[in-house]
């Protein structure tokens, strides 16, 4: 299955993406940095392709260096 994951900000503005294809049973990371931080995001999964039904399970971690 194609996925995306999208990083999007208040104003509805992709801030950053990244596609990945995954299958059954796979586990996919997505590392990155990323400084606008001043607004609220959202991390959305677009299904690309297919009507398959999908579990996802996801964490976020934002780490801040002093």
Known sequence: MQ????????LDDIC????GQINDGD?????T?????YMLH???????????LVNVNQS???LYDN
């Open 3 to 10: 996925l995306t994951w999208q990083l999007v900000d208040e």
């Open 16 to 19: 950053q993406t990244r596609n």
């Open 27 to 31: 586990t996919m990371m997505w590392q």
């Open 33 to 37: 940095l990323y400084f606008n931080t």
């Open 42 to 52: 959202e991390l959305r999964i677009v299904m690309e392709e297919g009507q398959d």
């Open 60 to 62: 976020v971690a934002i």
